[in-house]
C-alpha cells in the first residue's frame, strides 16, 4: 500500500505504456496487411467497435434497470464495469487466434482498439 501510493503517478504511467506497447506490437506486426487495406474497410471496423460498445451498454442497461433495479448508484457502477472490455485481454486472446483462418492480428485487433478508446469517451 505504502508503494503504491507513493508511486501512484509512475506505475499509472507505466501501465499505460506497457498498454500502448502491447497494442503497438500487435498492429506493426499486420502493417501490411493494414496499409494494404481500403478505407471502407478501416471505417467498418472502427464503425464495428464503437458499435460494439454501445451494444454492450444497451444490454446492460437493459439488465440493470427494468431487469435488476437496481439502485442508481450501484446501477451506474454495474453498467460502467460489465460494458467495459480490457485491451490487453482482447489483444491476448487474438494472438493466440489462426491468421490463416481469422486473418492479421493487427487488423483483427482494431476494434478492440476503437472500442477502448470509445470507452473512455463514452463511458
Known amino acids: 500500500p505504502r508503494f503504491t501510493a ?4 509512475e506505475l499509472g504511467l507505466l501501465n499505460n505504456a506497457s498498454l500502448v506497447a502491447i497494442v503497438w506490437m500487435s498492429v506493426s506486426k499486420s502493417r501490411g ?3 494494404g487495406a481500403s478505407a471502407a474497410s478501416i471505417v467498418i471496423i472502427v464503425c464495428a467497435g464503437v458499435l460494439f460498445h454501445l451494444l ?3 444490454l446492460n442497461w437493459t439488465m440493470t434497470t427494468p431487469v435488476l433495479k437496481l ?6 457502477a454495474v453498467l ?7 485491451l490487453p485481454v482482447a489483444v491476448t486472446v487474438i494472438s493466440y487466434l489462426d491468421e490463416q483462418k481469422w486473418g492479421a492480428h493487427g487488423l483483427i485487433a482494431i476494434p478492440c482498439i476503437v ?3 470509445t470507452q473512455l469517451f463514452i463511458d
Open 6 to 9: 507513493k508511486y501512484k503517478v
Open 33 to 35: 496487411q493494414l496499409v
Open 56 to 58: 454492450l451498454l444497451c
Open 71 to 76: 439502485p442508481e448508484f450501484e446501477r451506474r
Open 80 to 86: 460502467l464495469m460489465t460494458s467495459q472490455k480490457t
Open 115 to 117: 472500442g477502448h478508446v
